[in-house]
């Protein structure tokens, strides 16, 4: 059925007047139209990370440690520090059993100091030898124990001609049992045995001296 001419001239002006709209839109959107979407552009900045730096320091100081000088502990003296030791050889083992001594003749040596100190279980005793020649042979000490005589200790005797020596005597165990009972002054016999050998001339071979023991 053919449409009345009416109708289809308005039917022809609309799809005319639709086609106009359709290339209005498109001439504006390829015209310079706005874009659907916008890009924004952050310019780019570049991050600087700050080290911090500590100037170098000086080692600290340390101070010298103190170092406490320690007291040294008391001690008793050595044999050398109150004369010289000497043992007791084979003459001085065997010398005893003496006689009374001759006074018509010279003593070679004699004791320089009577008064003996017992120091740590020592008795010092200082000789002159009188005689140019080497006084040897043995010293004995004795204590007069009711009217008996007791050994206290013995050593080689050894003493230059014309000098002086001091020669350190150790006392036996029994000896310093006896000086521990007095605690004091005790009298006592030194003997000179220059027997190793006798010396020539008019001199004694034996030479007994009085002396004294500090055993306090």
Do not use: F, K
């Amino acid at each position: 059925m053919t449409a009345p001419s009416g109708v289809r001239g308005r039917a022809r002006s609309r799809t005319r007047g639709l086609a106009c709209l359709v290339a209005a839109t498109l001439v504006l959107a390829g015209c310079g139209g706005e874009p659907d979407s916008t890009t924004v552009t952050t310019p780019a900045t570049t991050a600087t990370t700050t080290i911090a730096t500590t100037p170098p320091t000086s080692p600290p100081t340390i101070p010298d440690p103190v170092v406490e000088t320690p007291t040294p502990a008391e001690t008793s003296p050595d044999v050398e520090e109150v004369g010289d030791a000497l043992g007791c050889g084979e003459y001085c083992l065997q010398a005893g059993e003496y006689g009374a001594p001759d006074d018509e003749l010279d003593d070679p040596a004699d004791l320089s100091d009577p008064d003996l100190i017992l120091v740590d279980g020592v008795l010092p005793v200082t000789v002159d030898c009188l005689i140019d020649v080497t006084c040897r042979g043995a010293i004995l000490i004795w204590v007069d124990i009711d009217d008996e005589y007791t050994e206290l200790g013995r050593s080689d005797l050894e003493v230059d001609g014309d000098s002086t020596r001091t020669i350190a005597v150790e006392v036996t165990a029994e000896g310093l049992g006896l000086l521990d009972e007095e605690q004091t002054l005790r009298d006592v016999v030194v003997t000179l045995d220059l027997g190793n050998p006798c010396p020539d001339g008019d001199v004694h071979c034996i030479v007994h001296e009085d002396a004294t023991v500090d055993a306090s």
